[in-house]
């Protein structure tokens, strides 16, 4: 039977024909929920100057979603440290983690959280890029101010977010746990996974590799309906093969209008091909498919459609199915 534990990534899209505010009104609803259908964490991540997606800081959702719940770990996925000075990172996340003993995570990232390259530049206060080398010193402080400067007890978790080789090599000598954004960049995850295991040093933080793996994941009722629901992802992501600024998160509707390209049809195809959607059945078996490829100790869902009680009800279909299928049936180990 299958045991790994699942988990959620919460994006907070902001909806065409709602406001911002109505996604941060609904947050807290999303929290309970995942703590109801008990899934293991929650965690949340950085966007910047973006119409579809809420520039709300992970470290404030995680603050008003932990004062909702009482049992499911709450955290960054993630943090972005190009973005933030290493003490300021430790010094809220170390609060929190003071505040709600052994429910904080800190997942740290790389990325800008933003394809705006003058925002980009705004956040890091006129900086460009974060080199290889300052990301890992960044990395590296904000892990030594949690111990040495705002250790107030019990600690946040700490992960590194990756989507690359590098990024899971900077993980392993580190020796931390890593999640991998296979909801991002799948083609690099098996790459990732076997170089962080191959070359990973135990650590205070971890003492064997760790691997959390992270899917695109949208079910529903029957096929047609999971892939209805996960149209506005689609446009979006459109938009961000073509560097372009995205308007609110369309509606199911509005996506199955919008006049894809040939070469877009086929990039999104090869994409959700190697993602987890349609009916429980199928989920839970590519699901378990990716789990038996990259030998994950844990899945984290994310789940981008436009209603949230679709959303809510993609992740019960899950969980309830979850369990189901052992995972040799499940199928090859095979990622496409």
């Given at each position: 039977?299958?045991?790994?534990?699942?988990?959620?990534?919460?994006?907070?899209?902001?909806?065409?024909?709602?406001?911002?505010?109505?996604?941060?009104?609904?947050?807290?609803?999303?929290?309970?929920?995942?703590?109801?259908?008990?899934?293991?964490?929650?965690?949340?991540?950085?966007?910047?100057?973006?119409?579809?997606?809420?520039?709300?800081?992970p470290v404030v959702l995680t603050a008003h979603a932990a004062?909702?719940?009482?049992?499911?770990?709450?955290?960054?996925?993630?943090?972005?440290?190009?973005?933030?000075?290493?003490?300021?990172?430790?010094?809220?996340?170390?609060?929190?983690?003071?505040?709600?003993?052994?429910?904080?995570?800190?997942?740290?990232?790389?990325?800008?959280?933003?394809?705006?390259?003058?925002?980009?530049?705004?956040?890091?206060?006129?900086?460009?890029?974060?080199?290889?080398?300052?990301?890992?010193?960044?990395?590296?402080?904000?892990?030594?101010?949690?111990?040495?400067?705002?250790?107030?007890?019990?600690?946040?978790?700490?992960?590194?977010?990756?989507?690359?080789?590098?990024?899971?090599?900077?993980?392993?000598?580190?020796?931390?746990?890593?999640?991998?954004?296979?909801?991002?960049?799948?083609?690099?995850?098996?790459?990732?996974?076997?170089?962080?295991?191959?070359?990973?040093?135990?650590?205070?933080?971890?003492?064997?590799?760790?691997?959390?793996?992270?899917?695109?994941?949208?079910?529903?009722?029957?096929?047609?309906?999971?892939?209805?629901?996960?149209?506005?992802?689609?446009?979006?992501?459109?938009?961000?093969?073509?560097?372009?600024?995205?308007?609110?998160?369309?509606?199911?509707?509005?996506?199955?209008?919008?006049?894809?390209?040939?070469?877009?049809?086929?990039?999104?195809?090869?994409?959700?091909?190697?993602?987890?959607?349609?009916?429980?059945?199928?989920?839970?078996?590519r699901l378990a498919q990716l789990a038996a490829a990259t030998?994950?100790?844990?899945?984290?869902?994310?789940?981008?459609?436009?209603?949230?009680?679709?959303?809510?009800?993609?992740?019960?279909?899950?969980?309830?199915?979850?369990?189901?299928?052992?995972?040799?049936?499940?199928?090859?180990?095979?990622?496409?």
């Open positions: 039977m299958l045991d790994i534990p699942l988990s959620a990534l919460e994006v907070a899209m902001v909806q065409t024909g709602t406001r911002a505010v109505d996604t941060l009104r609904d947050t807290a609803a999303f929290a309970q929920a995942m703590e109801r259908l008990d899934y293991r964490r929650l965690w949340y991540a950085e966007h910047h100057h973006s119409p579809a997606i809420g520039a709300f800081p004062a909702s719940t009482s049992v499911i770990r709450l955290g960054s996925g993630g943090v972005l440290a190009p973005n933030h000075a290493p003490l300021t990172v430790a010094e809220q996340f170390g609060t929190l983690a003071a505040l709600h003993e052994d429910r904080i995570d800190l997942g740290i990232g790389r990325g800008p959280g933003t394809f705006d390259e003058a925002i980009a530049r705004a956040l890091r206060r006129g900086a460009g890029p974060a080199t290889d080398a300052e990301y890992r010193q960044d990395v590296a402080a904000v892990l030594s101010f949690l111990v040495e400067e705002v250790a107030l007890g019990p600690l946040p978790e700490p992960w590194l977010l990756v989507s690359s080789t590098a990024g899971a090599a900077l993980a392993a000598a580190l020796g931390l746990p890593v999640a991998i954004a296979h909801h991002i960049r799948p083609d690099n995850t098996l790459a990732a996974v076997e170089g962080y295991r191959a070359a990973f040093t135990a650590s205070r933080w971890c003492e064997r590799p760790r691997v959390l793996l992270c899917v695109e994941t949208v079910c529903a009722p029957t096929q047609e309906e999971a892939v209805w629901r996960a149209g506005p992802m689609n446009v979006v992501k459109a938009g961000l093969l073509k560097g372009l600024s995205q308007a609110p998160f369309p509606t199911p509707a509005q996506a199955a209008a919008h006049p894809f390209t040939e070469q877009e049809r086929q990039a999104l195809d090869a994409f959700r091909a190697q993602q987890a959607v349609g009916t429980p059945e199928v989920v839970v078996g030998g994950a100790q844990e899945l984290m869902l994310a789940t981008p459609v436009y209603d949230l009680g679709d959303r809510i009800g993609s992740y019960e279909l899950v969980r309830k199915h979850w369990g189901a299928a052992s995972g040799p049936a499940a199928g090859s180990a095979a990622l496409v």
